[in-house]
Structure formats: C-alpha cells, structure tokens
C-alpha cells in the first residue's frame, strides 16, 4: 500500500492533468485498474489514515484531528494481516505520525522517527525549517523499505508506505527542481495565503508542487523496480492512493484540512491485481471511498468478518466491482478538522475540540449521486452550501435555494449518521432553523 500525502487525483496525468507529473504511476494504469472517483472523509492526515486503515469513518475511530488516539475497539487492516500470517511493516514520512495515534497497531515495524526529539521545539513544524525536520524525504523512504523487502522477501508481508513530499512547503530536490516552468492559474489576482505566509506566485507554488509529485513517482518506480529483480512483481497486489488533496487557489483557498471542496477530497486510487489480464487498463467511473480500502484488501485475501473483514466497517469491499458485478451507489460523509474559522485557529495544531456547530466548529458534508451538501458554521448562524456535480464539477455555483428537497434529504443523512463522538452536530433544532432560512422546506 503506498500512501502519498496531500495528492489531489487531478494532478495526476492519469486524471487528466497536462503536465508529465508521474510517468511511472501513467505507466502503471495500464497495468491496473483506476478508480476515477476516490474520495476521503476528511482531508486531514492522521484522521484520514485512521479511515483507511480501519474502513470506519472519525465519528467511528475517534481520530478527528491531528493529535486523537485511534479507538481501542477498532481492529486494523495491518492487525488483520498480522493474523493471516503476513508480516508487517509501514515507513511514514511524518513525525509521530503513529506512535501518537495508535495508528501503528498491527504492524511489527512501524517507523515514523523523523527527526530527533530534542530539536523538536527549536523548530516547530510549521516553520520551513521544521516542515524539512518533520518529514522524511522519498529517497530514504524508498531506500528503507528496499532494504525491508530485501530482508522479507521469503515471507508474505504486508507494507505500507508513506511518501510525505507533496505537503508544503514545496521544496523539491535539485534532481527535479526547475522540471515545471510557473505558468499563469485563473487565481493569480486574488491575495492568497497559506500556513507559511502569503503566496508571492501562484505558479511557482504549484510548480513546486508537481514537482514534489515527481519525486515521489520516480522513487516509487525504484521500489517497483526492486520488487521485479526480487521476483516479487508478478504475485503482488498493489495500492495507491492518498490520504487527502490540496486546495491551490481555488475557491481563494491554499492548503487543506479546513475546507471540503473536491480538491481537498477526490483522491487517487490505483490498484494494480497480480495475475488478472481482464483487470489491466480498467477505468472505473463510480464513487468510491477511502474508507472501502481495506475492506477491498481483506475481501481479495478471503478474509471475511461481517462482509468487510474488519467487523462493523463503515466501508464497502470494491471487489463486486472490480468483478462486473452490482455495485450500489455510495453515500460519502466528510468532515473538517476542528476549529476551522475565527481567532483561535491556532487550536487546531494542538487538536482542542470545539463544540459544533458553533463559530469555531467543524464543517460538515454528504455525498449522494449528483449531489453534495456543505454544512459550513460562521459567525452569523450555520450555512448550508449544495452542488451539482454534473454540471459543476468544479464546485463553484451553490444551488441549495433551487433543491429545497434535495437539501433535507442530505440533512436527513447527516442527522441519521451522527455517532457518539459528533451527536448534536447536526440536530433536529438545527435542521428547523435552516428551514426558517430558506435551505429546507
């Protein structure tokens, strides 16, 4: 499984994007099947891996922010892989990433040592100096699970990778630096800013970022390669994808975790099946989710547990899909990490909860066919935000005055699905009172 971080699909020639960001991951598609509808819950690092390794949503695995513990209940992909035998190993590219999560569980080597702890308050990671001490770079990833494999090999083993290098700062090697010349974007005169301050070009921002998303492919193409002059490729399963996108200009936004437009949320998803022919250059246009993952994994292996293989998952296994069987249609729920908007922003780096759906609270969303629902809190009352993704696939024209009905029955799915951790996000009172503004009849 590799997992690489703030990878938004359509960055992805493979995706359609014009520019030659992955030429590995292009030549890997025709060798694999392509999800073209991939979305995450929440487009925030460590809840997003909960979802994926635990096919449940935040609300489930209690992970709602950078920081949460992962529920103690909740068995793991790579705790159900442990006990078929496999061996387990996951290289993550982000400092503490589970160590300080719980997310490490199952795996008899789970590797997010970064840097030093001692330097660690010398350089919060939210300086450029920090970001470069919190991660680890797609080189050494690669290097270090090489070595893994070469040391596993006689075995069945699971593996995780985690490449962190798309994430901002934008700082790709010399090898790839310069590969991308900054070109004019639809967002250049409006005053951007992001985490580390104010966006000076847009162009070179992004730039920088297909260039990070080069690095990653070329290193990856090295792992790949390993694992054929190991003799592993051909009995391999593999599986691509990221735990969240990146907004880069639109909607006036930079960044990610505060905002649930698709460039935060439509993710990659390529899995390539060892030994299928009838599964090679296969392009499916359904709505899946992150959280339908591991579901797929244990359900290809055979191990079943109420459907899913991981007890009472809130995932799909993809695998009557994958076959050309009936596939019912998906309700996606998202959310937002916590404390999006006003002047304690700065609480959502030490993951402090707030009480939606206030000011500060999360934001909310729902999926259904055509339709996605917003629920946005703000200083004047919460507002409701509805798209037509067949017609607006960017998200930019709000339509809720027009689909009254459309509106409640989205509501309706976010009350229902309301679990422990967020009960009274969404409540009755709340839904009367945006009947009373107009969104609802």
Same mark, same amino acid.
């Given at each position: 499984m590799v997992v690489i971080d703030t990878l938004r699909a359509d960055h992805l020639p493979v995706y359609g994007y014009d520019r030659d960001t992955s030429p590995f991951l292009t030549e890997l598609a025709d060798q694999a099947v392509v999800f073209e509808d991939c979305r995450t819950p929440i487009p925030l690092t460590d809840p997003a891996f909960a979802s994926l390794l635990t096919g449940t949503y935040p609300m489930r695995h209690g992970v709602r922010d950078t920081g949460y513990a992962l529920a103690g209940h909740l068995p793991t992909l790579a705790e159900k892989m442990a006990a078929q035998g496999y061996q387990t190993a996951g290289f993550?590219?982000?400092? #503490?990433?589970?160590?300080?999560?719980?997310?490490?569980?199952?795996? &008899?080597? &789970?590797?997010? %040592?970064?840097?030093? *702890?001692?330097?660690?308050?010398?350089?919060? =990671?939210y300086t450029r100096a920090g970001a470069e001490m919190w991660q680890r770079r797609a080189d050494e990833v690669t290097d270090l699970a090489i070595k893994w494999v070469e040391d596993h090999r006689s075995e069945p083993f699971f593996l995780l990778l985690h490449?962190?290098?798309?994430? &901002?700062?934008y700082d790709p090697p010399k090898q790839f630096r310069g590969r991308f010349d900054p070109r004019t974007t639809p967002y250049d005169d409006e005053e951007l800013s992001s985490w580390w301050g104010a966006v000076d070009s847009l162009g070179t921002e992004i730039s920088r970022y297909d260039e990070e998303i080069l690095t990653v492919d070329h290193h990856l193409g090295r792992f790949v390669?390993? /694992?054929?002059? &190991?003799? +592993? =490729?051909?009995?391999?399963?593999?599986v691509v994808t990221a735990d969240h996108g990146e907004s880069l200009g @639109?909607?006036?936004? /930079?960044?990610?975790?505060? =905002?649930?437009?698709?460039? *935060?949320?439509?993710?990659? +998803?390529?899995?390539?099946?060892?030994?299928?022919?009838?599964? *090679? #250059?296969?392009?499916?246009p359904n709505m899946v989710r992150l959280i339908d993952v591991a579901p797929t994994i244990l359900d290809y292996l055979g191990v079943t547990d109420h459907g899913s293989g991981l007890g009472n998952s809130d995932g799909t296994s993809?695998?009557? $899909?994958?076959?050309?069987?009936?596939?019912?249609? %998906?309700? $996606?729920?998202?959310?937002t990490e916590n404390c999006p @908007?006003?002047?304690n922003d700065l609480l959502t780096t030490i993951g402090v909860d707030c009480e939606p759906p206030g000011v500060l609270g999360k934001r909310r969303g729902v999926v259904e066919g055509r339709w996605k629902l917003i629920l946005g809190p703000t200083p004047g009352g919460p507002t409701v935000q +509805?798209?037509? %993704? #067949?017609?607006?696939? #960017?998200?930019v024209q709000d339509v809720s005055n027009r689909h009254p009905d459309v509106v409640d029955r989205l509501l309706e799915i976010l009350h229902s699905s309301s679990g422990p951790g967020t009960q009274g996000t969404v409540d009755r009172e709340l839904i009367e009172r945006l009947r009373s503004l107009g969104y609802a009849d």
């Open positions: 993550f590219s982000r400092a #503490g990433l589970v160590t300080a999560t719980g997310l490490g569980r199952g795996f &008899a080597l &789970a590797d997010d %040592q970064t840097i030093k *702890q001692s330097e660690v308050g010398h350089h919060p =990671w490449y962190f290098d798309p994430h &901002a700062y390669e390993s /694992m054929r002059l &190991a003799g +592993l =490729w051909d009995r391999t399963l593999l @639109e909607h006036g936004v /930079m960044d990610h975790g505060e =905002w649930l437009y698709r460039e *935060q949320v439509h993710v990659p +998803l390529i899995i390539r099946v060892p030994e299928e022919s009838n599964l *090679q #250059g296969v392009r499916i993809l695998m009557p $899909l994958l076959r050309g069987g009936d596939f019912p249609g %998906q309700v $996606l729920l998202l959310e @908007e006003g002047e +509805l798209f037509d %993704q #067949g017609t607006d696939p #960017g998200e």
